[in-house]
C-alpha cells in the first residue's frame, strides 16, 4: 500500500493542482465576459429623447442647413457674342491737293465742332487767281449792262448782247472755280467731334490722302458683332444689348440693336448684327473688343440658387421645407429648370412662389428628415457685433490688481533653460572619452545576459495573473 502511495500518490497531487489551476482560470474567463457583456448592454440603451433625430426641432443629430425662399426675377433669352467698338462717324483728315500746310488750327485730344477750321494750306497763288477771276467778271459785267441797255432802246443787235451775257457767265465760273480751290486749301471739321493724335506739322508738304489727323465722334458707339445663323430670329432691331470690357471692370453697356444685315457670310454662317450703345462720358473708344449679350424674350419666372438644386439621373430636384409638429422636415420636389443666369436657374414649375427650400446643406440633408436652421454666414458678422455692451468697463478696472503675479513668474524661465544649458554642454570633449566609451560599450555587449530563476521567467502570462 505504501508502493503504491509513493508510486502514484505525487501524481495524483500534481493531477489535483493542475485542475484546482484550471478551474481557477475557468472562472475569471467567465467573470471578465459577464463584465465586458454589461458594459456592451449598457451602451446599446437609448441615449436620449433625441436620437435619431426624433426630438423637438430636429434633435441634436438633424443636419443643419440654410433655408432660402423661391422669388421671381427677370430672366432673358441670351446669345453670347464678341463685338469690336467703333466710332459713331470717323475720318482720317487729309488734303485733297498736294501743297504745304500754312497752319494748323487743332492739337491732339481737342473736341472740336462742325464747320470748324481745322488745317490752312498755302493759298497765295490761288488767291491772286481768284482776284484776277473777280476782276474780270466786273469788266464782263459792265459790259453786258451796257449792250442790254442799248439792245432795249434798239441800238445794239440781239447777237451783241448775248455774247457780252455769255462773257460775263464765263466770268462768274472762273470766280467760282477760283473760290473751290481756296476752299480745298482749307480743311474743316465736317461733323463735331474729338481729334485724334496729329501726325503733321506746319511747313509740311502733303498730298492727296496723306493723314494729318483723325476725327472721331464717340458720342456713342457702334458695336458690330457677328449670331449663328441659327440665332437670327433673335436678332432683331430694338432688341436690348449688354455689353463688357476688360478696360471697365465691373462695369456695364447697355444698348439697344439698330441695323441687322441683310446677308449671311457664306464663310463663316453668320450673321453682322450692328448696336448703338450712349457714350456720353467716353469710357468706350474706337477698336475696343467688348463681350455681348444679345437679350430676347424677356420674362418674369421663379428663381432659386444654382447651389439648391439636387441634379439626379431622373431630374432636378429643390429641398422644400415642410413644418411637422414644430419641426422643419426636408421633403424632394421634382422642377423643371430654365436659363441660368448669375448663380440662379429659372424654375418653369414644380414649386410656388415663396417656398421655402435648403440653400446650404443640401448634400446633408435627406428626403423626410428633419433639419436644424442655421443663419447664413453673410449675416454672422451682424449677429457677431450685436452685442455691443458686452464689455463693462467699472467690472475690468480691477484688472491691473492680477498683474503683479507676472513678475514673479519672470525668475522660472533661467531655471526652466539651465537643464537645456547643461544638457547642451555634456559632448564628448576629445577622441579619447569617445574611445572610452565604446570599449565600456563593448565590454558591456560582451556580457552574458543574466539567467532568470525558473520560478520568476517561466511562469505563463495565466499562472502571473493569477
Known amino acids: 500500500m505504501t508502493d503504491l502511495f509513493k508510486r502514484f500518490g505525487f501524481a495524483t497531487v500534481v493531477v489535483f493542482v493542475i485542475a484546482l489551476m484550471g478551474a481557477a482560470v475557468l472562472g475569471k474567463s467567465v467573470l471578465s465576459g459577464e463584465k465586458d457583456g454589461g458594459q456592451v448592454a449598457a451602451k446599446a440603451q437609448p441615449g436620449g429623447p433625441g ?27 441670351v446669345v453670347q457674342a464678341i463685338g469690336t467698338a467703333q ?45 484776277e477771276a473777280r476782276a474780270s467778271r466786273e469788266a464782263a459785267k459792265r459790259d453786258y449792262d451796257r449792250f442790254r441797255e442799248l439792245g432795249e432802246k434798239g441800238f445794239a443787235p440781239a447777237q451783241r448782247v448775248e455774247a457780252a451775257r455769255a462773257a460775263y457767265e464765263q466770268a462768274d465760273a472762273r470766280v467760282r472755280a477760283g473760290m473751290s480751290r481756296m476752299g480745298d486749301r482749307t480743311i474743316r471739321a465736317p461733323f463735331a467731334g474729338v481729334m485724334g493724335l496729329r501726325s503733321a506739322s506746319p511747313g509740311a508738304l502733303v498730298r492727296p490722302g496723306d493723314p494729318i489727323g483723325t476725327l472721331d465722334d464717340v458720342s456713342s458707339i457702334k458695336l458690330d458683332f457677328d449670331v449663328a445663323e441659327s440665332q437670327i430670329g433673335q436678332a ?5 444689348i449688354v455689353a463688357r470690357t476688360t478696360a471697365a471692370p465691373g462695369r456695364t453697356f447697355t444698348g439697344r440693336v439698330a441695323d441687322v444685315d441683310t446677308r449671311v457670310n457664306t464663310q463663316s454662317r453668320t450673321l453682322r448684327v450692328r448696336a448703338i450703345i450712349p457714350n456720353t462720358d467716353g469710357v468706350l473708344k474706337p477698336g475696343m473688343l467688348l463681350s455681348v449679350e444679345l437679350r430676347s424674350n424677356p420674362r418674369m419666372a421663379l428663381a432659386a440658387p444654382e447651389i439648391a438644386v439636387l441634379e439626379r439621373s431622373d431630374g432636378s430636384y429643390l429641398y422644400t421645407l415642410e413644418n411637422r409638429d414644430g419641426r422643419d422636415v426636408v421633403v424632394p420636389v421634382l422642377v423643371s429648370t430654365g436659363r441660368r443666369s448669375d448663380g440662379v436657374v429659372e424654375i418653369v414649375s414644380g414649386v410656388t412662389d415663396g417656398a421655402r427650400i ?24 451682424v449677429a457677431a457685433s450685436a452685442p455691443p455692451a458686452l464689455p463693462p468697463a467699472p467690472q475690468a478696472a480691477p484688472a491691473p490688481a492680477a498683474a503683479p503675479p507676472a513678475p514673479a513668474a519672470a525668475p522660472k524661465a533661467p531655471v526652466a533653460a539651465a537643464p537645456i544649458a547643461a544638457e547642451r554642454v555634456v559632448q564628448p570633449d576629445s577622441q579619447r572619452e569617445l574611445r572610452g566609451r565604446a570599449v565600456t560599450d563593448t565590454a558591456s555587449a560582451d556580457k552574458p545576459a543574466p539567467v532568470l530563476p525558473a520560478g520568476a521567467g517561466g511562469q505563463t502570462p495565466n499562472s502571473a495573473a493569477d
Open 51 to 77: 436620437k435619431g433625430g426624433k426630438g423637438k426641432g430636429g434633435g441634436p443629430d438633424a443636419p443643419a442647413v440654410v433655408a432660402g425662399v423661391v422669388s421671381p426675377r427677370p430672366f432673358y433669352d
Open 87 to 131: 466710332a459713331r462717324e470717323s475720318i482720317v483728315v487729309s488734303a485733297k491737293v498736294t501743297d504745304v500746310i500754312r497752319a494748323i488750327r487743332f492739337d491732339s485730344g481737342d473736341r472740336v465742332s462742325r464747320g470748324q477750321v481745322l488745317v490752312e494750306l498755302s493759298s497765295i497763288e490761288q488767291s491772286a487767281d481768284l482776284e
Open 236 to 240: 432683331r432691331a430694338g432688341a436690348d
Open 358 to 381: 435648403v440653400v446650404e446643406g443640401v448634400q446633408r440633408a435627406r428626403p423626410n428628415q428633419p433639419v436644424k436652421l442655421m443663419v447664413p454666414q453673410a449675416a454672422a458678422p
